[in-house]
């Protein structure tokens, strides 16, 4: 099942408290995951950043709240105990526990109308929307829809731009991500092909180490497999053992199936790969806002 979001966890950590009893946090999130039937898989699921799960993510949240409204205190770093405030909550026997049920206590209004907290408390998600989102998955979700956009523009101001200047972006691209030496060598390597696009043998490393045979198409039409098979037969006679083909456009499934089964070792970049390469990278793209995200260090505040 679907992770539940912050609000519908915070009456099940308030319960699994409900003994008094000091709990650490591990065993706690095992606890409700158990009661509300989650998988390893369900658990396992990322926040879009890779850096914390869904689920250990939405439950901090929920215990901040439960604690900015008095239910819920950190006896210690990642140790939590129910107050008497949090007791007579759960003597009322909730069916659930929301933000709205949280604003009759008054820390949780001095909280939540805070100018610190502004934007730190996510507003109500519209009916029939995705289930409440954290702040941090807010966040994630915004800056995935701008990367999308950013890609799909890079996309389409590639297939704007002119052969020759085609030409520099994949150089640009291939010396930025450490592949054949300089700028000047790689442009030496890499020739104009007859086709709109470039052709030629760079340097894997700095050094040289290894070869990779490089072709890149400014093609609209889908790339199959005849294409690539013809790319395959030119690492042999370039005797390299590596390759790297790329298009603005794509590849065919033929395509693509073909490269796992032979010997060499060939890398398919399509028209949206190559927009994501150059956004990471930094090509074509400059940096308008960063914003980082910090949190308490608990070490900080052991006292031995």
Same mark, same amino acid.
């Given at each position: 099942m679907p992770v539940p979001d912050? /609000? &519908? +966890?915070? #009456?099940?950590? #308030?319960?699994? +408290?409900?003994? %008094? *009893?000091e709990h650490p946090v591990g065993p706690l999130r095992n606890t409700i995951a158990s009661e509300l039937k989650l998988t390893d898989q369900d658990r396992a699921e990322l926040l879009p950043s890779g850096k914390q799960s869904v689920f250990d993510n939405r439950l901090g949240w929920a215990k901040t709240y439960l604690?900015? *409204?008095? +239910?819920v205190s950190s006896v210690r770093r990642g140790v939590y105990r129910i107050t008497d405030q949090g007791r007579a909550? #759960? *003597? !009322?026997?909730? !069916? =659930? +526990? =929301?933000?709205k049920y949280l604003e009759r206590f008054e820390s949780f209004r001095a909280f939540a109308n805070s100018s610190d907290a502004v934007d730190a408390v996510p507003a @109500? /998600? @519209? *009916? %029939?929307?995705i289930p409440l989102q954290t702040p941090e998955e807010a966040l994630d979700r915004a800056y995935k829809e701008i990367r999308r956009k950013v890609e799909a523009d890079l996309l /389409?101001?590639?297939g704007k731009a002119s052969a020759t200047f085609f030409e520099k972006l994949v150089v640009d691209l291939l010396v930025k991500m450490g592949y054949g030496g300089t700028v000047e060598d790689a442009g030496r390597a890499l020739g104009r092909s007859h086709d709109g696009g470039l052709d030629g043998i760079i340097k894997e490393d700095h050094l040289?180490?290894?070869a990779i045979y490089v072709q890149a198409k400014r093609w609209q039409n889908t790339v199959g497999r005849p294409d690539v098979q013809a790319f395959a037969g030119s690492l042999e006679g370039e005797r390299a053992r590596k390759g790297v083909f790329i298009t603005t456009s794509s590849y065919s499934n033929e395509a693509r199936e073909y490269v796992k089964k032979i010997d060499k070792k060939i890398v398919l970049i399509d028209g949206r790969q190559l927009a994501t390469l150059m956004a990471d990278f930094g090509i074509g793209?400059? &940096?308008?806002n960063t914003y980082e995200i910090v949190r308490v260090d608990g070490d900080y505040f052991t006292e031995e």
């Amino acid at each position: 099942m679907p992770v539940p979001d912050y /609000e &519908t +966890l915070m #009456l099940p950590l #308030l319960r699994a +408290l409900a003994d %008094g *009893a000091e709990h650490p946090v591990g065993p706690l999130r095992n606890t409700i995951a158990s009661e509300l039937k989650l998988t390893d898989q369900d658990r396992a699921e990322l926040l879009p950043s890779g850096k914390q799960s869904v689920f250990d993510n939405r439950l901090g949240w929920a215990k901040t709240y439960l604690d900015k *409204a008095g +239910l819920v205190s950190s006896v210690r770093r990642g140790v939590y105990r129910i107050t008497d405030q949090g007791r007579a909550a #759960l *003597a !009322e026997k909730p !069916e =659930s +526990l =929301s933000k709205k049920y949280l604003e009759r206590f008054e820390s949780f209004r001095a909280f939540a109308n805070s100018s610190d907290a502004v934007d730190a408390v996510p507003a @109500p /998600e @519209p *009916a %029939g929307a995705i289930p409440l989102q954290t702040p941090e998955e807010a966040l994630d979700r915004a800056y995935k829809e701008i990367r999308r956009k950013v890609e799909a523009d890079l996309l /389409e101001a590639v297939g704007k731009a002119s052969a020759t200047f085609f030409e520099k972006l994949v150089v640009d691209l291939l010396v930025k991500m450490g592949y054949g030496g300089t700028v000047e060598d790689a442009g030496r390597a890499l020739g104009r092909s007859h086709d709109g696009g470039l052709d030629g043998i760079i340097k894997e490393d700095h050094l040289g180490l290894d070869a990779i045979y490089v072709q890149a198409k400014r093609w609209q039409n889908t790339v199959g497999r005849p294409d690539v098979q013809a790319f395959a037969g030119s690492l042999e006679g370039e005797r390299a053992r590596k390759g790297v083909f790329i298009t603005t456009s794509s590849y065919s499934n033929e395509a693509r199936e073909y490269v796992k089964k032979i010997d060499k070792k060939i890398v398919l970049i399509d028209g949206r790969q190559l927009a994501t390469l150059m956004a990471d990278f930094g090509i074509g793209v400059n &940096t308008v806002n960063t914003y980082e995200i910090v949190r308490v260090d608990g070490d900080y505040f052991t006292e031995e």
